[in-house]
């Protein structure tokens, strides 16, 4: 009776002492900040459905769902929307694999040349892509290697691999080791301790960091601007049509991409989910 007394006083006591701190800023601030950075999207997604009679999709004129039925009428558009989605699914693939594999190196060994390899590879981060795309576009001429598709991939794997090894090499730090000693006691070697316990433990940082690379890769403008050549790609080709007038299917597209990349983030927490309850 006692207890159930004590309990039941201390909550109004605990109401008035949270009461007494205040107003959460910290929380509002980070409503306020995420609210800002989605307003660009949101406006992307509005306009998407705007009813304009020009190419300048600048004004609200009335809502339609005419242009996800035109979203390809421009075959430019569409060439350019393949080559940046068809580069982006590559530079997930191999960044992701060389990235997965370098985080796993410097998060579990320690070897010669381990510092060197983490100053070159905080330096491909903070490094301006102005300087990074130029350096590239000396190399690749110096090689005469002629610009376009290719070094537009080896560019944004270059500059990518860095992200999934950081992303990578946090989760291994965390790993609980006795779970490979508890493998390898029960007779496991060690590729079969890698992929049945290692590898699972890693998925989700790995999707994380590939999923990353690919929006690197799709959002960059300023690197691929210096090592493009002929080929253009989704954000090269908003940039030219500036001058002209933005068409509508790019707001569709663009919405199509970030909708895309929502799903692809939902199922990297469904799994990472999945992934601590096993």
């Known amino acids: ?89 590559l530079t997930m693939l191999i960044a992701g694999g060389i990235g997965s594999l370098l985080g796993l190196a410097l998060g579990r060994h320690r070897f010669r040349g381990q510092g060197v390899s983490n100053l070159v590879m905080f330096a491909a981060i903070s490094a301006p892509e102005v300087v990074i795309g130029a350096a590239l576009l000396s190399l690749f001429l110096t090689l005469n290697l002629t610009t376009g598709f290719v070094t537009i991939l080896i560019a944004h794997v270059m500059f990518t691999v860095s992200f999934v090894a950081i992303t990578v090499r946090a989760r291994v730090m965390t790993l609980d080791s006795k779970l490979e000693e508890a493998a390898r006691d029960l007779g496991a070697d060690a590729w079969t301790t890698f992929r049945l316990v290692t590898f699972p433990m890693l998925l989700p940082a790995i999707m994380a960091g590939g999923l990353l690379a690919m929006a690197l890769s799709v959002d960059d403008f300023i690197i691929t601007t ?10 090269l080709w908003i940039w030219g049509s500036t001058r002209v007038g933005i068409p509508p299917q790019v707001n569709v597209m663009g919405t199509l991409i970030f909708a895309f990349g929502v799903l692809l983030a939902l199922v990297n927490v469904l799994l990472a989910r999945s992934s601590r309850r096993a």
């Open 1 to 89: 009776m006692s207890t159930t007394t004590r309990s039941g006083a201390s909550r109004p006591a605990a109401r008035a002492a949270r009461g007494r701190r205040g107003v959460n800023w910290g929380k509002w601030f980070t409503w306020a900040v995420l609210g800002w950075l989605f307003l660009p999207i949101a406006g992307m997604i509005a306009f998407s459905f705007n009813d304009i009679a020009g190419r300048q999709n600048v004004t609200w004129q009335g809502f339609t769902l005419k242009w996800y039925g035109q979203a390809f009428a421009y075959s430019d558009l569409n060439d350019a929307l393949i080559n940046t989605l068809s580069i982006g699914v």
């Open 226 to 235: 210096f090592v493009s050549g002929d080929t253009t790609t989704f954000p």
